[in-house]
């Protein structure tokens, strides 16, 4: 998805990470672009082999612009992932049953 011009130059992508927060990634001071859930987005973190900081941890991960499409490769890479193996799981439980015209 392609953001207006305006949003982009302003940078202003988030809710509470537009308001001057950090990046939780140790020893990165670049403003954060996104907050984003603890509970969702740590595994995709924790993968990319980022060390949060202990006292930004209260069910938010603040990331930098850099930061966050590390993850975001992973997470999208993991998804795709999933998403082949349950069509190839459906294909082959449908592959045994004959279809309306395969009879013929």
Same mark, same amino acid.
């Given at each position: 998805m392609k953001l207006p011009k305006e949003l982009r130059e302003k940078k202003d992508l988030g809710g509470k990470a537009s308001k001057g927060k950090t990046c939780s990634v140790n020893e990165c001071n670049e403003l &954060? *672009?996104?907050s984003l859930s603890e509970n969702k987005w740590n595994k995709y973190v924790e993968k990319t @082999?980022? @060390?949060i900081e202990e006292?930004? @941890?209260r +069910? @938010? *991960?603040y990331l930098c612009k850099a930061h966050y499409k590390e993850v975001n490769k992973i997470r999208k890479s993991e998804e795709k992932i999933y998403q082949k193996k349950g069509f190839l799981? +459906? &294909?082959n439980s449908q592959g045994s049953k004959k279809g309306k015209w395969e009879g013929i």
């Open positions: &954060a *672009i996104r @082999k980022l @060390k006292e930004s @941890k +069910n @938010k *991960i799981d +459906n &294909a």
